[in-house]
């Protein structure tokens, strides 16, 4: 089968990352992040975004890499999850690209201990990592969320 769809390439850390633009309900600029102690460690804190208290998901601690300071480039990436909205906090938005399957290798075949990797999309001579964001937060995060925020 060779199914098109959309994906948002984004970078973290110097690597290209995406999403299933079907997942993405809109990006914005990098605005003040407040910290919230409480939260599951991957949660650098939350914005309030026309009156909704969103957690943000730092993409640097979930691929271990390198803590910095918010930059003007930065975005937020919101997504709505199962069980609730969150931004996801990238370096750049990079561009919309058109996949279809034969340029898929599913994350059984390369990363499958990540439950945040769908797996792996050949964009030329660069590999980016197809992101599953509901893999980002456990059952158990998600307890602590519901405990500590108010529902959105």
């Known amino acids: 089968m060779n199914c098109l769809s959309q994906l948002l390439v984004f970078a973290v850390g110097g690597q290209r990352y995406a999403l299933e633009l079907s997942r993405v309900q809109r990006v914005v600029r990098m605005v003040e992040i407040t910290p919230f102690s409480g939260l599951p460690s991957i ?3 939350v914005v309030n975004i026309e009156g909704d208290v969103v957690p943000v998901i730092s993409l640097r601690r979930c691929c271990a890499l390198p803590e910095r300071g918010g930059e003007l480039s930065d975005r937020l990436i919101f997504v709505t999850l199962e069980r609730r909205k969150v931004a996801l906090w990238v370096d750049d ?4 690209q058109d996949r279809n399957e034969t340029q ?6 390369v990363l499958n201990k990540l439950t ?3 797996g792996i ?5 660069e590999l980016v ?5 509901e893999g980002y ?6 307890d602590i969320l519901d405990q ?5």
């Open 137 to 142: 937060l456990s059952p158990e995060d998600h």
């Open 43 to 45: 949660v650098a804190g």
């Open 104 to 109: 898929w290798i599913p994350a059984e075949e």
């Open 129 to 133: 990592i197809l992101q599953n964001p």
């Open 148 to 152: 500590e925020l108010p529902p959105s």
């Open 93 to 96: 938005v990079v561009e919309l």
């Open 121 to 125: 999309v050949k964009s030329g001579d």
């Open 116 to 118: 945040y990797v769908e």
